[in-house]
């Protein structure tokens, strides 16, 4: 199994800037796309920015411009850099992404693993 872990969240005055980390740990697994949802209270999960292992990214409308994602293979790490921050982002943010593991028969899993999740509030 993948386990994700993010860091990086925080309180933070509107205009500010953030960077969320997202680190995955296991035996014997390769991620493929990753991405950070965000929740925030009384509304639904939604997707904010994902990107692929080739580095092929896309965004949410609403962060679009402000948000930069990315990832790093060789430490099974990805990141959102978030600038320009608004109080409409606030919100408890997650690291999901999907992957590959074999077992020590070398049988393939093919699964999805999501984060604890990380608290954004933007606010003065």
């Known amino acids: 199994q993948v386990q994700l872990v993010e860091s990086g969240g925080g309180l933070v005055q509107p205009g500010g800037s953030l960077r969320l980390s997202c680190v995955a740990s296991g035996r014997r697994f390769s991620l493929n796309t990753m991405g950070w949802y965000r929740q925030a209270p009384g509304k639904q999960r939604e997707l904010v920015a994902d990107i692929t292992r080739d580095g092929i990214s896309k965004y949410a409308d609403a962060v679009l411009g402000r948000f930069t994602i990315s990832r790093d293979n060789a430490k099974n790490s990805m990141f959102l850099q978030m600038n320009s921050l608004k109080s409409d982002d606030t919100a408890a943010y997650y690291c999901?992404?999907?992957?590959?593991?074999?077992?020590?028969?070398?049988?393939?899993?093919?699964?999805?693993?999501w984060g604890q999740g990380t608290q954004v509030t933007v606010s003065s």
């Open positions: 999901n992404a999907d992957w590959i593991a074999y077992t020590e028969t070398d049988v393939p899993i093919v699964a999805r693993s």
